[in-house]
């Protein structure tokens, strides 16, 4: 495991934690589960049928045999850890997903259902983001782990094929959506200044079928072309990695040359700004 997953693996909210919420209505046919796989923003959660999940923990009989068969979740629910000063910020947070809906489509992201909640757990109001999001199953799609030319064939090997497609239908279709992502992310960056977060472990996953979607639509940040390198709010360098993500997508899937000349990645992958945001990065791991 590098330390990037590591790191980035951390559960905060516990699954019993999320029914005392006062925005979730208690209810007897859904429960909510937290995710296995957690990020370092957003609190996850499984939106699982209940009968689904006693299924799962107490076996169903299925030709003489019992079985436990996996609940797949229904949505997932996301709140983010960010608490906003204002209803503005949240619209403003909202918009910014609109705009990556609006440049990305349906095909490319997690569609979500954003909302707002007054949190009163912790005695005063709060306003959180929420997410309902739609759940999409497959692997995730890590950056900092494409060892290849046969990576995309390994990733689908890893998958239970659901699909009747053959191997190399599904990585030519994968790599197709990639390129397709990739362009469209260059059209959002060229047209709006901004960009999603790619960095994140987890934030991109390939479907059995060979789709690719950005799950993580919340961290939207924007591109300053200047020497100094921007931190988010958890003190990340995420533009910069971003950035370098796409080029890695670029380079390492599609296969295609870096152009140098290329204004994004010539002031961002210049070795001396890399090493900066190496550097931080390092910093940012060692104060987690
Ligand atoms: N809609 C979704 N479907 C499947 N997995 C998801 C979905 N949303 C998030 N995840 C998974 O949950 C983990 C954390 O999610 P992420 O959106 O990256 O949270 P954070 O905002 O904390 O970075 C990631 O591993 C991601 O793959
Ligand atoms: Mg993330």
């Not at 030709?63 to 906003?84: E, S, V």
Request: net charge negative; aromatic share 10%.
């Amino acid at each position: 495991m590098n330390q990037r997953t590591d790191m980035r693996d951390q559960a905060y909210l516990s699954g019993s934690e999320v029914k005392k919420l006062n925005f979730i209505k208690a209810s007897t046919t859904l429960e909510f589960r937290k995710y296995y796989r957690a990020g370092l923003r957003s609190h996850i959660f499984e939106v699982l049928e209940a009968r689904d999940v006693q299924k799962e923990t107490q076996g169903e009989i299925i030709d003489g045999i019992r079985m436990f068969p996996r609940a797949r979740p229904l949505k997932m629910f996301r709140i983010l850890r960010n608490r906003f000063k204002s209803k503005e910020a949240v619209f403003q947070e909202i918009k910014k997903y609109n705009t990556l809906l609006k440049f990305l489509g349906p095909d490319l992201i997690a569609l979500s259902e954003e909302f707002m909640a007054d949190y009163t757990g912790t005695e005063k109001s709060q306003i959180v983001l929420c997410g309902l999001q739609e759940y999409v199953d497959g692997q995730i799609l890590d950056p900092w782990r494409l060892f290849g030319d046969n990576y995309l064939r390994e990733l689908f090997g890893s998958m239970p094929q659901t699909d009747a497609l053959d191997q190399q239908t599904l990585v030519d279709t994968a790599r197709k959506n990639i390129e397709n992502f990739v362009k469209k992310i260059r059209d959002m960056i060229t047209l709006t200044g901004y960009i999603p977060d790619l960095a994140g472990i987890g934030n991109l996953i390939l479907t059995p079928g060979g789709d690719l979607k950005l799950v993580d639509i919340n961290n939207i940040v924007e591109i300053k072309f200047n020497d100094t390198i921007y931190l988010d709010d958890k003190g990340y360098p995420s533009c910069d990695v971003s950035i370098e993500v796409l080029s890695i997508l670029e380079r390492d899937i599609l296969q295609r040359q870096i152009h140098m000349e290329d204004p994004l990645y010539r002031l961002f992958l210049s070795p001396e700004r890399r090493e900066r945001v190496k550097t931080i990065e390092n910093e940012f791991y060692t104060n987690l």
